[in-house]
């Protein structure tokens, strides 16, 4: 068994973008606070008439798209997500019929939160080394602004929407995302409650301990990613870092001593968006050519479950 390589690229953002100032409309805030506390200064949220399925068909499409890949090439499809429009059927399901992907697609929607989207990849990696059809779709898209409580001010400022996708091919002469995978399961730093348990579904979040949980497990999982792949961390020409907090991402970059400039993100504009954050980031470096053919991107997310996972993806 070898590895995936990513062909290409799509991303979705809703409409409407809703800054801080807008924000301190609805809740006791200010934009000085979010700014300095997370570094986002925006985010969308859908409107009538967007919605998650909506979201993930746009990113998948121009994935697609841009790589010149057909309907029946796709083996697999993946949606990472935790707030999909439907608890069934799954995204990835909606997605097979509306993409016109074959009937034997593998088709499921996975949810590992904030590292939903790295754990897509790992399993689109394994599956499609199994599968008749190599090429791949991993997505990661989050509707969030329908899970935050508008009256608490410490998560809904934090949480935005949005749909990213990548389209890879499993080749066996292709390098294997060395991916690191774990989880340390934990029901009350991060968690939103489910349709049976009588609460409302909204996300809650005991912000300082995910922040200590995240200021050790990302840096942790990207350092066991490079050695596990054999590289020195200055080989990687891109840190695709989950957007959970500018300060957490600065924290890693000190820790992990590598080159700022290789670790831009877009948290000022699209806040936290989970699952989908590492797919939106990862298309604006391919779209905007700071990610070229032949460099290698380290993904690394984290958040509720607790969870981590990172990889390398080399862009074909
Ligand atoms: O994606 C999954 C992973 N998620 C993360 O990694 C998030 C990790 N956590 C964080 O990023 C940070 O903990 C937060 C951004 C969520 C919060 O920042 P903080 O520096 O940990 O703030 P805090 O929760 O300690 O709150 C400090 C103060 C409190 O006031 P008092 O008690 O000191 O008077 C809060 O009530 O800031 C207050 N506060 C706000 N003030 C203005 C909390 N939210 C706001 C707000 N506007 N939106």
Aim: glycine share 10%.
């Amino acid at each position: 068994m070898n590895g995936i390589k990513l062909i290409s690229t799509g991303s979705a953002l809703p409409k409407q973008a809703v800054t801080n100032h807008d924000m301190a409309k609805i809740v006791d805030t200010n934009d000085e606070w979010i700014v300095s506390r997370t570094g986002i200064s925006s985010r969308h949220h859908c409107s009538d008439g967007e919605n998650h399925t909506g979201l993930c068909l746009a990113a998948a499409r121009q994935a697609m798209e841009q790589g010149g890949i057909a309907p029946e090439q796709i083996g697999v499809c993946i949606v990472a997500t935790v707030t999909p429009d439907f608890l069934s059927p799954a995204a990835a399901c909606l997605l097979q019929r509306d993409l016109g992907l074959g009937e034997d697609t593998v088709c499921f929607d996975l949810n590992a939160a904030c590292s939903g989207f790295v754990y897509g990849l790992h399993v689109a990696e394994c599956l499609l080394a199994a599968a008749p059809r190599k090429y791949g779709l991993v997505i990661g898209g989050e509707v969030l602004s329908r899970v935050v409580d508008f009256t608490d001010r410490s998560t809904c400022v934090l949480f935005g929407d949005g749909a990213g996708a990548a389209l890879v091919e499993w080749r066996a002469d292709y390098p294997s995302l060395h991916a690191v995978l774990g989880c340390r399961g934990n029901q009350e730093a991060l968690y939103v409650p489910g349709v049976h348990t009588g609460q409302p579904s909204f996300v809650h979040m005991d912000g300082q301990t995910v922040f200590r949980f995240a200021v050790e497990a990302l840096p942790r999982c990207a350092k066991e990613v490079a050695d596990k792949a054999g590289i020195a961390l200055d080989q990687v020409d891109r840190f695709v870092f989950h957007q959970a907090n500018q300060r957490i991402i600065d924290f890693a970059v000190k820790k992990l001593k590598v080159d700022p400039d290789k670790c831009t993100g877009n948290i000022a504009r699209t806040g936290n968006t989970s699952a989908a954050s590492v797919p939106l980031l990862l298309d604006e470096l391919v779209a905007s050519g700071a990610l070229t053919s032949g460099q290698k991107a380290m993904c690394v997310g984290f958040g509720g479950g607790l969870t981590w996972a990172g990889g390398l993806l080399e862009l074909a």
